[in-house]
């Protein structure tokens, strides 16, 4: 059956192997099912939560435009565009919010991790920013939402807010409620220093991420110092549980491989981590160094990258200008 997916992805820099395997990978995968209408979003709307340099968000939107066609998705097969080309979303998300509620939001992880502990001083955009995502999900009648295990709570709030609207102005179906397409494994790649914290484009140390535009020799170096456990490499899924380290390496090599947990244990048990170490480096290497040197490429390549970004803003105005039209309509506008 052909699915309408609708993903993005923030310029905010540093796009790495948990972006990549989490999300990016599935993309390339649902671009490649001549069935599918997909649609990538370079969502700087939602960047702006936090502070961003200027000069570094125009950089950052052109690499992620360039992330995605080095990692495989055909701009001619989807529309590629940066959320804040299209009014749409910004009009959306203040329409819908006045559907969504305060309790619904108040709910959200994501900002309590993101505001820490002093809520009163993060932006109001940081609080609605699940409000922008339904937006942006719903303008394009979006079936299905590539997303890592994250953003699964952001999803939910969005079925929320589409039902409301339906509800409250009795158009049945009128916003279509997508499905999360979450990876079954390895939806969640964690930090190479800390087994229980998510890989992240924000932690300070470069050490705790391998990022897509990192070379051959600094991906050996940062497996080499990634951390580990004492004991040799377990002999079963059970004796994971306690050791986030082990699991989350094991992990990543299971999904560069396509392969299993399972497989990958029984290839490793026993064995000492260096030679793990060097065989995931190997591997890592292998499916990650000429997406890093696809994406500096493209880098030099500034009026391609503006032309799929231009190309895809025509095409994502168009559907979105008709549903804003229609929402006028029924809210009485
Ligand atoms: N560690 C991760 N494992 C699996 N999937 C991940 N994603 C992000 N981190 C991981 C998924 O990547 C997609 C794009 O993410 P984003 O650009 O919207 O930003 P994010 O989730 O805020 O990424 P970061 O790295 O975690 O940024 P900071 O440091 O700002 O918090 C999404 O589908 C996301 O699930």
Redesign the pocket.
């Known amino acids: 059956m052909s699915k309408k997916i609708f993903?993005?992805?923030?310029p905010?820099g540093?796009?790495?192997l948990?972006?990549y395997?989490?999300?990016?990978k599935n993309f390339v995968e649902l671009n490649n099912d001549l069935e599918n209408d997909c649609i990538f979003c370079v969502?700087d709307l939602?960047a702006i939560t936090?502070k961003q340099d200027p000069k570094e968000l125009k950089n950052n939107i052109r690499e992620t435009v360039a992330t995605f066609v080095a990692c495989g998705i055909n701009p001619k097969k989807s529309i590629i565009f940066s959320q804040s080309s299209v009014p749409a979303h910004s009009e959306g998300a203040w329409l819908l919010s006045c559907v969504a509620r305060m309790g619904w939001l108040n709910r959200m992880t994501?900002f309590k991790e993101?505001a820490g502990k002093d809520k009163e001083k993060a932006s109001i955009g940081l609080f609605s920013y699940p409000v922008l995502m339904a937006a942006d999900i719903l303008l394009y009648d979006s079936t299905h939402v590539?997303?890592?295990?994250?953003?699964k709570q952001h999803l939910e709030l969005c079925r929320d807010i589409a039902q409301r609207f339906n509800n409250e102005y009795k158009v049945d179906n009128f916003f279509k409620t997508p499905e999360p397409l979450i990876q079954k494994e390895f939806?969640?790649?964690?930090s190479l220093k800390d087994g229980t914290k998510?890989?992240?484009?924000?932690?300070l140390s470069d050490l705790s991420?391998i990022n897509l535009t990192d070379d051959k020799d600094l991906i050996v170096n940062k497996i080499k110092k990634a951390k580990t456990d004492p004991l040799p490499l377990p002999s079963s899924l059970d004796e994971l549980r306690e050791r986030p380290e082990a699991k989350n390496l094991l992990g990543i090599y299971s999904s560069l491989l396509n392969s299993t947990m399972s497989k990958s244990i029984s290839e490793f048990e026993g064995k000492n981590f260096s030679e793990f170490k060097e065989k995931l480096s190997e591997v890592l290497a292998e499916k990650m160094d000429p997406i890093s040197k696809e994406i500096k490429k493209l880098m030099n390549e500034k009026r391609f990258l503006d032309e799929i970004l231009l190309d895809g803003y025509k095409k994502a105005y168009e559907i979105s200008f008709l549903k804003i039209k229609k929402m006028h309509e029924i809210i009485g506008f």
Do not use: W
């Open positions: 993903s993005g992805v923030q905010t540093n796009l790495h948990g972006n395997l989490g999300a990016i969502v939602h936090v994501q993101k590539p997303v890592g295990e994250d953003q939806s969640r790649i964690m998510k890989m992240s484009k924000s932690e991420r």
